[in-house]
């Protein structure tokens, strides 16, 4: 199994960014995938999960970043993403993609002027 | 809503058993995961459904739950063993609960 993110890097408040992790080694289009962050220094916080399309493809996230991040996959790339907007300094951390079986190396965003 | 609570550190001694808690009214109906994270690297999965052990990861690693409580013992703790670690479970709409992570020091 392997999961690997991109996309992160340097943005200011108010900005956007897509995160994405492409998945290999399992049946993606079966599993739920998870979005996890942690910010420096602190512990793992979950950010959101979208189910598999067979369970409804529904999203959920946490309270912080809901209405702001969306998640979505592409069953036929294997990949799914992260779209962060309106983007705050709070937001700043690696971002782990995860089944939560089996977890990415993560990827840094950091939200500064 | 749902919690999982966790204390902040647990110190322990090379050879000695460690036991690592996760308390939440979750548990009872939930699984609970265990995972392990080294300074500077990714978490990496050490117990799920409450008492599973993944391919690789070490005998003295256990899990068990008993009611509102998971266990994470580590039988014979080593250096290697020094991490953070986090639990994990669902809620009733299958959102996941995090615990805040236990650092584990052994020395």
């Known amino acids: 199994v392997q999961l690997v993110e991109s996309g992160g890097g340097l943005v200011e408040p108010g900005g956007s960014l897509r995160l994405s992790c492409a998945a290999s080694g399992f049946t993606f289009s079966n599993a739920w995938m998870n979005w996890v962050r942690q910010a420096p220094g602190k512990g793992l916080e979950w950010v959101g999960r979208i189910k598999s399309k067979g369970d409804g493809g529904t999203t959920d996230y946490a309270a912080p970043v809901k209405a702001r991040f969306t998640i979505s996959r592409d069953d036929s790339k294997n990949t799914f993403y992260l779209q962060m907007n309106s983007l705050k300094t709070e937001d700043t951390a690696v971002y782990y993609c995860?089944?939560?079986?089996?977890w990415g190396q993560g990827t840094l965003v950091t939200v500064s002027s | 809503s749902y919690e999982l609570t966790q204390p902040p550190s647990v110190s322990v001694s090379p050879g000695q058993t460690a036991r690592i808690t996760c308390s939440g009214d979750a548990l009872p109906k939930k699984y609970a995961y265990w995972h392990q994270q080294k300074s500077g690297q990714a978490p990496v999965l050490v117990i799920y459904e409450d008492s599973k052990r993944p391919s690789g990861i070490p005998e003295r690693f256990s899990g068990s739950t008993s009611g509102t409580m998971a266990t994470l013992t580590i039988s014979g703790a080593q250096m290697e063993d020094e991490a953070d670690y986090y639990c994990h479970s669902t809620d009733s709409s299958d959102k996941v609960l995090l615990g805040g992570g236990t650092k584990l020091t052994v020395l």
């Open positions: 995860t089944t939560l079986l089996h």
